[in-house]
Antibody
């Protein structure tokens, strides 16, 4: 069965970086992409970006350009999302979701369990 | 990219039907047949309920249906059940090759 298992909760200070992992199983990793979506406490969903696990192409949300990097390791079927220069409003649950391989359409059929990132001094 | 517009809340009694609207622009909802709907229960990850406007993934009850007219997409749930109480989010592909979500709608089953 398809599973996306994310790394554990993180507490970071403002200005630091965080790297969240998302290990996929149950399907051919390179036949799909991964999108990252975050949800601040009590708020709605926010799309952060997408990466193709086939060729590494990426597409990032405008507001995160320059602060976010998404990568994949096909040898371990793992996707990573790194967010730098953290601010308090980056406090959120971060989700990875399986996506189409060639384009960032919102057909997110499987989701990870979420990783809480808390940014606090 | 502005978020898609959804009503903050809707409600209905068991057995009734409700519709949640999702309004965007010609650069997102109106321009592409890539509108999806997600259900999210408290403390859980979102679940895909509808993709590409009106398609249901395997395992989603046929009580859930989707449609689109112009710049507005809609999710209809017929035969409301208690377990349908959740937050619902629409999302769309955009002309910038990005994805945008709606603000979310809280469904209360009375």
């Amino acid at each position: 069965q398809v599973q996306l298992v994310q790394s554990g909760a993180e507490v970071k200070k403002p200005g630091a970086s965080v790297k969240v992992s998302c290990k996929a199983s149950g399907y051919t990793f390179t036949s799909y992409g991964i999108s990252w979506v975050r949800q601040a406490p009590g708020q709605g969903l926010e799309w952060m970006g997408w990466i193709s696990a086939y060729n590494g192409n990426t597409n990032y949300a405008q507001k995160l350009q320059g602060r976010v990097t998404m990568t994949t390791d096909t040898s371990t079927s793992t996707a990573y999302m790194e967010l730098r220069s953290l601010r308090s409003d980056d406090t959120a649950v971060y989700y990875c979701a399986r996506a189409r391989v060639a384009v960032a359409v919102p057909n997110f059929d499987y989701w990870g369990q979420g990783t809480l990132v808390t940014v606090s001094s | 990219q502005s978020a898609l517009t959804q009503p903050a809340s809707v409600s209905g009694s068991p057995g009734q039907s409700i519709t949640i609207s999702c309004t965007g622009t010609s650069s997102d909802v109106g321009g592409y047949n890539y509108v999806s709907w997600y259900q999210q229960h408290p403390g859980k990850a979102p679940k895909l309920m509808i993709y590409e406007v009106s398609n249901r993934p395997s395992g989603v009850p046929d009580r859930f249906s989707g449609s689109k007219s112009g710049n507005t997409a809609s999710l209809t749930i017929s035969g409301l059940q208690a377990e349908d109480e959740a937050d619902y989010y629409c999302s769309s592909y955009t002309s910038s090759s990005h994805v945008v979500f709606g603000g979310g709608t809280k469904l209360t089953v009375l």
